[in-house]
């Protein structure tokens, strides 16, 4: 004879169409909720679109700011470490592509701040030296627009 009142009374009917209801709500749930999350190798490259189209901002004035240079070697270095942005295609090119050519133009920069002596050659490697800035800011601008369009994004510059 069962005791009515017991504890193991209320656990005697486990096994059930009960129990498989829950567990398949569940999956669903737990299905529905994966599926709407962000790719988070996507969302961490539309975040380096965004400090890379920063960095180059930065580099349009003269001097520019020591830290729009440490943002694109922090970029490139995200870009080549983290695990999984690679796959983010074409995105991951156009940004790796970008962040080469403000590397180039942090160069530039640095050629150019050196203090003039006055001679001719040096005038003349100091236009070059500016055009090539300009030149490769186009680039940067090129390759930043080609990754906004990848990452259905709105155009940097």
Wanted: hydrophobic share 45%.
């Amino acid at each position: 004879m069962t005791n009515v009142c017991s504890v193991e009374q209320a656990f005697w009917r486990k096994a059930g169409a009960h129990y498989r209801r829950v567990t398949v709500a569940i999956g669903v749930a737990l299905a529905l909720t994966i599926g709407c999350l962000a790719d988070p190798q996507r969302a961490q490259t539309a975040d380096l679109l965004d400090r890379l189209t920063d960095a180059r901002a930065k580099l349009a004035t003269f001097p520019p700011p020591p830290e729009a240079c440490n943002i694109v070697g922090d970029v490139e270095t995200r870009l080549y470490g983290e695990p999984g942005l690679t796959e983010v295609q074409p995105a991951w090119s156009e940004l790796a592509d970008a962040a080469h050519a403000l590397q180039a133009v942090c160069g530039q920069d640095t050629l150019l701040l050196q203090p003039i002596s006055g001679s001719v050659a040096l005038e003349a490697a100091r236009q070059r030296w500016r055009d090539g800035k300009q030149r490769e800011m186009g680039v940067a601008c090129d390759h930043l627009r080609a990754a906004a369009i990848a990452l259905s994004r709105d155009t940097p510059c």
